[in-house]
């Protein structure tokens, strides 16, 4: 059977500074997403990468006084570490000042003016190096995005045709989209109202740190015409075939949503002109707030998450913020709540409950192992449904709910120990009665153990080990765990303790 194919792409971070906390949220949104497709025996594939190109770029190494090489290198390398700590398993990775990307950039300037989608003339206006951004209809001298002074512009410029045809279909997709994205998309309404003309520059003139167009050796690429190209520059050809150039694969794209702009309207536009495939779905989610303000490096908020994470792990920085995930508003990330929840979920209810099935698993076993149990099978018939809801809240994007199932999950299979009290069927020597609800217990463990995989997968493995099973196929919602394979319980230990 041919597999079924998937992708994820995480934007292409710019890498101007070390990443902070931001970062890591937008792309658990794709390590989420990849895990949990693989789980469902999709080929997945997970693009992320490092944006190093750009004016922004070249002043950010003038001001720290290395060359922009090394200094893009140094960063990348830092934002690289963060994704191994934090367990982002992306499959590809993308960065944007290499040869192969530059030689894909160069193709596809030409495949444009091959086919007439270029025009050549006078660019005026305004521009904000920091956002990258021109801003055509605005007297104010200053950038209404980051209120810093922009730069006057006149050039000539290499512009992509954006004929009303084109504006049509992207009006149209836009409008598909935002039926879900409601809040954010709000924002694009206003794009073609304003503009005069709706075709976008898509070269500067001597912007050394970039991508020349070959054919014009004075133009560079615009770095957000190359950076969204790295979607696919960094797949080999047969992959890039496999995934746009084929309907039959999925593909839905985590943005920001202040990047919005270019992925709702430019990449479409250009998708369409380089006769690649869209994307069936966008997920644009808000930003990560501390103090009610965007962690920013300019704005000096930020929190390192690897900080963070080598105080407690990565999987509880994952579920936290999976339990605060919103694709509709911006969170709040507030160091308390991070602490509160550490002790009333991690410590009080997940690790808690592992600890008490297993220890009591270990204690009776000599006494259950004999018990002769007829159907396993239907002692978790009643997780189903619940399941299936799980699963529902995958297919809309919902993490909070997900997160919420897990927790709901836990808190009941620990009211059943405290409602059922299997020590005291065992003191009752009810041992039949005690097996069966032990089974139960274990099996809800398991359970546990499989919806936290895609969020938390060191804390599911674990749980697995000390059940001694492992993930065989991907059906593995319906194998429960059996008393036989229970004869050599490990040490128990604590999965997660109270902080020292
Ligand atoms: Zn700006």
Redesign the pocket.
Known sequence: MIKKTFLVTAPLYYVNSSPHLGHLYSSLFADFLARYKKMQGYQVFFVMGADQNGQKILNASQDANIGVKKFVDKNTTKFKELWKLANIGYTHFVETSSFNHAHFVQLMFQKLKDDQQLDYKNYVGLY?V??E?FHPQTSNTK?P????E?KKFLEENYFLKFNLNAQKQIQKLILQWQKKEKTFTNQLKDFFAQRSSKDFSITRKNSPWGIMVDYDQNQFAYVWFDALLGYISVLNPQEQTLIWKNSKTEIIQIIGKEIMKFHLIYWPTMLMRLDYRLPNDFLVHGWILKNQTKMSKTTGNTISPVKIINKFDADVVRLYLCSIMNSDSDVTFNTRDFYKFYESFVVDNLSNFHFRIITMCKKYLPDIQKQKIEDSQSLTNFMDEFIEEYHQFWVTKSFTKIFKQIDTLLNNGNQMINHEEPWKMHKQKKYNELTMTMLKLLNILKIVADLLNPIAPSISKRIYASLNCRIIHSNFYKTNVKLQQLSDLEKITYLYEKEK
């Open positions: 904000c920091h956002c951004n950038c995005l980051c209120k810093r922009m």
